[in-house]
């Protein structure tokens, strides 16, 4: 059985003035994405900032994230490292949370052989119950999965689905043709609906922050059998989804909603403020599509 069908968001985090985690505002966020067809909470993953976030707030944003949530909706956390130390004992952290999933990222820096990104998984496998998606994003960790090392990590029990964000379509279709008995999530916003005619169950996407009722529709309407539909939202929001990352992502999107009155804070660094010239580009694509402002 799949963790979710549909659009996960890439839940960014909400900090205040201070650059601390703001949780009325996380709590507000949450129960947004309920009422507007979100179909799952993909937290503390790179949208989230994760990497700039202690154990101890990372953990504390994951249990509010549950229990706010309570089952609702699933959530998936992310729990990946460059060490493989680190990311095993942090998802063993997280699983008695409560949680639905964890999201694992390919170790990142270290540019691991593939006997080591093997062995990386294996041990997270198998020290954790909890089912688990690959997430493959080459242009952030500087490590590509074969199509031959997803292969065997698939024949993990509990290694269950793979989220692509390699942005080659050939590389998924091989993924789909090859490991047929895992999951593909897009990781591209852009690649929604060519993910899905391989057989994907949805996207794990930024543009849902903002779009959520949209994205949601976009999924569920092909895997309805509206493939016209779909491909229409697909190409009508697709210049939107590429201005969440004209420049490095969360930075854009955190920009987008707070034009929009979410009220989530900036990023902390080495994520800077975005250029001026790229704020007013952002602002105008945004009105452009007349999105709807924060509640």
Not at 24 to 39: A, F, P, Q, S
Not at 65 to 92: C, L, Q, W, Y
Request: charged share 20%; net charge negative.
């Amino acid at each position: 059985m799949s963790i979710f069908v549909g659009s996960g968001v890439a839940l960014v985090t909400p900090f205040d003035e201070n650059n601390q985690v703001n949780y009325k505002k996380l709590g507000e966020l949450l129960e947004y994405h309920v009422e507007n067809k979100t179909d799952a909470i993909v937290i503390s993953g790179t949208t989230g900032e994760a990497s700039t976030m202690t154990e101890s707030e990372r953990l504390n944003v994951i249990k509010f994230t549950v229990d706010k949530i309570a089952k609702r909706i699933p959530v998936i956390a992310g729990t990946g490292s460059n060490s493989t130390e680190i990311a095993v004992e942090f998802s063993k952290k997280v699983e008695v949370l409560g949680v639905d999933g964890l999201l694992v990222v390919t170790p990142y820096y270290n540019k691991g052989n593939e006997r080591g990104i093997y062995g990386h998984y294996k041990e997270i496998a198998e020290s954790v119950e909890l089912p688990i998606i690959l997430y493959n994003v080459p242009g952030r960790t500087g490590v590509n999965l074969s199509v031959s090392l997803v292969k065997e990590l698939a024949k993990f029990k509990n290694i269950v689905a793979i989220k692509e964000a390699s942005g080659n379509i050939s590389y998924a279709a091989e993924i789909a043709r090859q490991v047929p008995e895992l999951d593909i999530y897009s990781g591209n916003d852009d690649m929604t609906v060519p993910i899905l005619s391989l057989g994907g169950k949805g996207v794990i996407s930024v543009s849902a922050n903002i779009i959520p009722e949209v994205i949601h529709n976009m999924v569920m309407s092909f895997l309805n059998g509206d493939s016209k539909e779909a491909c229409r939202l697909q190409l009508g929001y697709n210049e939107l989804s590429n201005g969440m990352f004209i420049e490095t992502n969360p930075v854009p999107v955190k920009e987008a909603m707070n034009y929009l009155g979410y009220e989530v804070g900036g990023c902390r660094l080495p994520l800077g403020e975005m250029y001026q010239e790229n704020i007013e580009k952002l602002h105008s694509i945004i009105d452009r599509h007349e999105v709807k402002k924060w509640k």
